[in-house]
């Protein structure tokens, strides 16, 4: 990286996620980043921002109409944009700025579907520049360890995974929620989220997807499901009696989110409360998967979302013994009076609980021998400090990393590809082939990440 100029950034997209990047841009990372302007489809909500930023940082930032988005990367000679806004804009918003002459970082999942990921890899052949999608779940200690106890040999040679993921009813709750809900919107839980998790088993292994079969559905959240149930919904979770319904959402409860949606809703129409059990809702919030890797290893993957406790449990089998990670992120749900369910503050009390305590473990048995602890050694800030080392990378530059935790175009392809052959999968009953040519990608070449 260039130190003698600091490198100048648009923020495209400014809901929720957004903050994280521009307060690294601004604060810790100032010296060789420069935050040049917002822009987003509503300006109530960048004008929150422009005042977070002007109150925090003592600073004045542009904004600028998506529309111009083209021409303005041009005339203000932007460097890099980072994109944070609804999964099915990624595209079109990667292509133009690729095509504008700026290399992108966008969060994850790279996009919905194939049709849009050929096009982005069709815009980065063309221009030569680079897309980073950002997989912070690489960077949390508990997965590098996991990655440097599977390197090291200590299994031997993998031959599956069991890879169980519980989004509880705070976290899981809330896609069913928001924009989320519709397939279009999102791709469903199997791409946007479940990318993640693909990901870090694709790294994990150093390895590509080769068949996908899925099985699932809406099961628990949705107007039928509450029907059968007995549950009779309220209109809205901001005028209903959180009490009664710990499901609603009253964005009366949270300043920051009142600010950010509600108080903007008048733009756009959008509501960032909607009920999860009324409305249309086209995702699935059961989902199991299996998965057969180039190199021979099989995964075995589920999903639910409406789980009293959040984390995930990693099994790795191999020729000498097996790998055990258990992550308990928030041991129970117990909404306080008063409070928001989508606050995760609430369940403090529950994360001491002595049944289920928050943290992780890492556990190595090979054969013939006794089960021993793995040390995970964790940094400071979310996710073990896996956050910082992310946005550090991405705005000073990767250096030698023995883990390969930047992830590069290709990984983001390879992300997702599960997950869109997996809704594939739903709709046919079959398993499905993984074709590098469906998503205009060749997943074994070798991909060197300059950012």
Known sequence: MNNHKRIR???IGTGNRCEMYLTAILGDHADVAELVAL???????????????EQTFGEQVDVFDPEILAQYIREQKIDRAIITSPDYTHADLICTCLEAGADVIVEKPLTVDSESTRRIAQAVERTGREVIVTFNYRYSPRNTALKKAIADGLVGEVTSVDFSWMLDTVHGADYFRRWHRLKENS???????????FDLVNW??????SSVYAAGGLKFYGAKNAEDRGIIPSDRGTHANSESEPFDLDLHTDERLEHLYLDNEHFDGYRRDQGVFQGEISI????????????????????NAHSPWEGYSVAVNGTKGRLELNVVERAAVLPASGASPVDPSVSDDAQNSAVRCKGDRLVLQRHWESAVELEIINGKGSHGGGDALLLTELLRGADEDQYSRQAGFRDGVRAIAIGVCANDSLITGTSQRVSEAEFGVDFKRVEKVKL
């Open 9 to 11: 950034y648009v923020l």
């Open 39 to 53: 822009s987003d489809t509503n300006p109530g909500r960048t004008e929150y921002y422009l005042d977070v930023i």
């Open 187 to 197: 791709g469903g839980l199997l791409v946007h989220k479940s990318s993640h998790h």
């Open 204 to 209: 994990w292994l150093d390895d590509s997807p």
């Open 284 to 303: 699935e919030d059961n989902l199991a998967v299996i998965v057969q890797y180039e190199d021979g290893p099989v995964l075995n993957y589920s999903l």
